[in-house]
Structure formats: structure tokens, C-alpha cells
């Protein structure tokens, strides 16, 4: 089970607030969309929970523990996935190990250990190759395992980097963007793989994105920022119908088939 509250987060920079109390409340197994214009504070927001930024006033809270304020590798540790607006895939390695990155908190030797080769080191290694191949298998590119990483397309890329959060089994998975660079019919995909996550995971999903046939078509729930402020929360209909969502997106109608 798991359970993601943020209460009244706050972030200034300069004078300027990219967080203006922002409270959430997501359930288990639950796929939070998280919209607005440009500059509104999603990744922001995103960022805020994974603790990479400073200076953040209000707390984040896991299953009713709060994890803000620890470092980032340690919110990790709890259960917190991440991708990223930009591909993070490393060239000169295969697609497999960038997968087996994800678990780099989970391997546990070292520099010398990894010269010597020994035992230990060889069977936790076979063990991440494992794991990494069974996230590639569950998002359908095992046929990618050996190419490299870097000659992938972006698309390509951005699913490998789900499979790459995804190995570490966390609780809630965060996803920025999901869907920039891919075509039509792989949003269809990712529609489908974003529900077999949570359905046959259990994982807590809030996701960035701008394509909002795929937010509209996925989200249990969608939450609508604007100058750091929460502004809307609701199903797809109601936040398409909301008069201060309309207004935010420069006075036009959402339209859902985009």
C-alpha cells in the first residue's frame, strides 16, 4: 500500500513563488495527472518530492511518514521512482545496464570488490541483470536488451527510462512527460503499460504530461497548477469544464482529443 500527501508546499526563488501551497492526497494504485501552462510548477513539484531542491517549506508524507527533508538517494530508498523531462540514458552502455542503474542503491560492492570479481560481486550482478531484464520484459523490449543505450530513438529512450524506475520496485513512480516523442499509437501503448503498472504492480503513479488525450484517457484523478498554485482537482470532466482551468490555458477549452 501506498499513500503520497504533500502539505502546503512551499518554494520561493528570488522572490518568486514556484510553490504556493500545494496540498495532494493520492491513494494506492492510483494515477494522479498533474497539468498546467508552461511554468505552472509541475516539475517543480515533482522535484520537491524526490528532494532535489532546497529551501522547501511544508512536508511531503509516505504512507503517513514524511521523507521531506531527507537526501534524494534516501527518498529513493523508500520507495520513490523517478523519469525526467529529458532522456537520462547513458551512451557507451546497453540498454540493460542502464536499466540495472535503477538498483544502484541495492548493489552493494565497491570498487575493490568489483576488481577482484569476486563471488559475491558476480552473483549480485547476475541478480540486477535478472531484475533489469524482467522490467524490459514487462514493458515489451527485451529485443533492445544489448543495443545501445544512447542510438535508441527518444521515444525509445523514454520507455527504457520507465523500465529503468521501475526495476527498483518502488511504491510510487513519478513520471514527467511520459509521452514526449512518441507517435500516436505508442501513447496508446504507454496508455496501456501506465495501467498494467498500476494494476499488476500496485504502484502509485502521478504523471507530468502535455498530451492530454493520454491524461484525460488514464488519470483516476487530475490536478491543475498554475503560478504554484493548485487552482483545479477532479476527474477529466470536471477539470475540462472548470472555468479557471480554461482560463489558465489562455481562455481556450481543453480539448481532450490532443
Same mark, same amino acid.
Request: hydrophobic share 45%; charged share 20%; glycine share 12%.
Given at each position: 500500500?501506498?499513500?503520497?500527501q504533500t502539505?502546503?508546499?512551499t518554494?520561493?526563488?528570488? %522572490?518568486?513563488?514556484?510553490?504556493d %501551497?500545494?496540498?495532494?492526497d493520492?491513494?494506492?494504485?492510483?494515477?494522479?495527472?498533474i497539468?498546467g501552462?508552461?511554468?505552472?510548477?509541475?516539475?517543480t513539484?515533482?522535484?520537491?518530492?524526490c528532494?532535489?531542491?532546497?529551501?522547501?517549506q511544508g512536508?511531503?508524507?509516505?504512507?503517513?511518514?514524511?521523507?521531506?527533508?531527507l537526501?534524494?538517494?534516501?527518498?529513493?530508498?523508500r520507495?520513490? %521512482?523517478?523519469?525526467?523531462?529529458?532522456?537520462?540514458?547513458?551512451k557507451?552502455?546497453t540498454?540493460?545496464?542502464?536499466?540495472?542503474?535503477?538498483l544502484?542503491?541495492?548493489i552493494?560492492?565497491?570498487?575493490?570488490?568489483?576488481?577482484?570479481?569476486l563471488?559475491?560481486v558476480?552473483a549480485?550482478?547476475?541478480?540486477?541483470k535478472e531484475r533489469?531484464m524482467?522490467?524490459l520484459r514487462?514493458i515489451?523490449?527485451?529485443?533492445?536488451?544489448?543495443?545501445?543505450? %544512447?542510438?535508441?530513438s527518444f521515444g525509445q529512450?523514454r520507455?527504457i527510462e520507465?523500465?529503468?524506475?521501475?526495476v527498483?520496485?518502488?511504491?510510487?513512480?513519478?513520471l514527467?512527460?511520459?509521452?514526449v516523442?512518441?507517435?500516436p499509437?505508442?501513447?496508446?501503448?504507454?496508455?496501456?503499460?501506465?495501467?498494467?503498472?498500476?494494476?499488476e504492480?500496485g504502484?502509485?503513479?502521478?504523471?507530468?504530461?502535455?498530451?492530454?488525450r493520454l491524461?484525460?484517457?488514464?488519470c483516476?484523478?487530475?490536478t491543475?497548477?498554475?503560478?504554484?498554485?493548485?487552482?483545479?482537482?477532479?476527474?477529466?470532466?470536471?477539470?475540462?469544464?472548470?472555468?479557471?482551468?480554461?482560463?489558465?490555458?489562455?481562455?481556450?477549452?481543453?480539448?481532450?482529443?490532443?
Open positions: 500500500m501506498s499513500h503520497l502539505r502546503q508546499l518554494l520561493s526563488f528570488g %522572490g518568486i513563488k514556484a510553490l %501551497g500545494v496540498d495532494l493520492i491513494g494506492h494504485a492510483e494515477i494522479r495527472g497539468i501552462p508552461n511554468g505552472a510548477g509541475k516539475t513539484l515533482l522535484n520537491a518530492i528532494g532535489h531542491v532546497s529551501g522547501l512536508e511531503v508524507l509516505l504512507d503517513g511518514e514524511r521523507i521531506s527533508g537526501k534524494p538517494n534516501l527518498i529513493a530508498a520507495g520513490i %521512482g523517478r523519469t525526467f523531462q529529458t532522456s537520462m540514458l547513458f557507451g552502455m540498454v540493460v545496464e542502464n536499466v540495472m542503474t535503477g544502484h542503491q541495492a552493494h560492492g565497491n570498487v575493490f570488490t568489483a576488481a577482484l570479481r563471488p559475491s558476480r549480485e550482478e547476475q541478480a540486477a533489469a524482467d522490467a514487462f515489451g523490449m527485451t529485443s533492445f536488451a544489448e543495443r545501445d543505450g %544512447g542510438a535508441l529512450q520507455l520507465i523500465a529503468r524506475a521501475l527498483s520496485e518502488p511504491k510510487v513512480l513519478l514527467d512527460e511520459p509521452a516523442g512518441l507517435s499509437p505508442r501513447v496508446q501503448e504507454l496508455d496501456a503499460l501506465l495501467r498494467r503498472i498500476r494494476d504492480r504502484v502509485t503513479i502521478i504523471m507530468i504530461e502535455h498530451v492530454i491524461v484525460m484517457g488514464v483516476d484523478r487530475i491543475v497548477l498554475n503560478s504554484g498554485c493548485k487552482i483545479a482537482e477532479g476527474s477529466g470532466d470536471e477539470i475540462i469544464s472548470n472555468p479557471e482551468v480554461q482560463t489558465a490555458y489562455l481562455g481556450k477549452a481543453i480539448d481532450a482529443g490532443h
